[in-house]
């Protein structure tokens, strides 16, 4: 397990408990000595005894040595160069890489299946991901939860599904990499907006709004991208999304707080202690969005907010960005009334193959 903060700790604990002989890796040998010979993580899981059966160390190939499946749990912005050291580790064998985390690279939008993929020059259909309703503390406080394994081919997936569960912790499988990583990726996105309306101090209503439509533009976005809608209903979208925006565990949504509550950007990274992916996630989800014509009115409105530029108070479940044609619910696909992202592009690129190519592209609906 590289990465030994809340979740790669919990999840090291989930496989250990299901069996497994987990080594950690921890960047700090303090924290590798703590959990090696306490087995204890008292920073990250306070009160929490750790199996025997789980060890750790500080150096990287300690950890690799004979591993037979590797698991990655460090923030996204460090990931590419942790895989660098990584590499060579690995290069000889054919273990599954399971990525836990759910963040996007800030400065190339991509996933983190995809910086693996191009970091480790491995074969995709070795990498999977892992993602679900999975707050690390009450997961590490044994209260039974489900997860889900996705890899393109369902052979890795069902690999590490079996290792990666126990009594307590119970993994479905999928091969929809892409709903399933930018699931958990955007529903952060939406869990800091809840914490905004939370520290501002609106209630149920407003909450229940923006989770709804944040679904919406979750599911857009993804489809948009190849994902599976299903997949956005299912653990790693809307379970995930409903454990993250109600829970006060989620970093996240503790982030939306503080900024509802009046705090800046800055002084919001400064009072985190753990990794809140969204802050880092919004400007390049944003941008892919763009990319592909798809609306996130939710998400623009969070990155205004970390900006500055909006009053948090102003938040709210904008149903659209176009203020004079009531739009149908459903958005996704074109269903109810052709109101979705997804119907607008195709229809801008059937206007732009009918007018030529010429003049559609800034005529956005
Ligand atoms: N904590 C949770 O409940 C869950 C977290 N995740 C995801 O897991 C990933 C890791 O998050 P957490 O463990 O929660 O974060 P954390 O903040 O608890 O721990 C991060 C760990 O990475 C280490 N680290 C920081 N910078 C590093 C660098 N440059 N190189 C190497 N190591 C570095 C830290 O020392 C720490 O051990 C994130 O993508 C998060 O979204 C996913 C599901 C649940
Ligand atoms: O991903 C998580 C729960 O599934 C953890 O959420 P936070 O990163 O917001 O704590």
Redesign the pocket.
Known sequence: M?????????FGKILADGGANVTMW???PE?ANEIHEGKRNSE?LPGINLPREMSATHHLSEALDGAEQVYL??????VR??LKAVRPLVANTDAPIVS????VERRTGLR?SQVIEQELHCDPLRIAVA?GP????E?AREQPTAAVISSTSQEPADAVARRARNRYFRTFVNTDVIGTEFG?VLK?LIAVAIGIVDGVGYGENTKASIITRGLVEMTDFAVAFGAHPETLQGLAGLGDLIATCQSP???NNTAGRLLGQGYSFQDVVKQM???A?GLASVTPILQLAREVGVEMPIVEQVKMVLDGTMNPRDIAPHLTTDDDTPQGERTQNGQAGGGGALWRSIQRALDQFRDGGRGASGNRS
């Open positions: 590289i990465g030994a903060g809340s979740w790669g700790t919990t921890a960047r700090r924290l990250y749990s460090i923030p996204s912005q460090a160069q942790n836990l985390m759910k963040g983190m993602s999975n707050l690390a503390l997961i958990g952060n565990l989620s970093r202690q753990q990794t992916e």
